[in-house]
């Protein structure tokens, strides 16, 4: 799967680098989140909401295609984990942090959150 045409990514991120996604959680519940991303050699994330950590590292598992010999496009092999991580929100917005604790060289097109079933 490819981020859709035009899409912006987060892309070429290295350990100790982070960014913030500010979502809107509608009811507050768990969400179930799919990750959109590239790695080259994968590596450890984790994820902070309103400035807390929750939870413990989160393994991202590498993207590297052997088959592929232009060493930029093993930036480019992208794969959707479904289901990659569950999130407790509260209603309202939220800012979640996604932090790059290991490894490196991965890009980040899209969390998609759905609600889990009650």
């Known amino acids: 799967m490819l981020p859709p045409e035009n899409l912006f990514y987060v892309g070429w991120v290295e350990p100790g680098e982070w960014f913030n996604i500010t979502v809107r959680a509608e009811p507050t519940g768990v969400y179930t ?68 604790l290991t490894k490196g060289h991965m890009n980040f097109a899209f969390l998609d959150f759905k609600p889990e079933p009650k």
């Open 33 to 100: 989140a799919d990750l959109l991303y590239t790695s080259s050699g994968g590596g450890d994330i984790a994820f902070d909401v309103n400035g807390k950590q929750i939870g413990g590292p989160v393994t991202i598992a590498s993207t590297y295609n052997a088959s592929d010999p232009i060493a930029w496009r093993q930036m480019h092999h992208w794969r959707l984990a479904k289901d990659f991580v569950q999130i407790k929100l509260r209603k309202g917005v939220q800012v979640l942090t996604l932090r790059v």
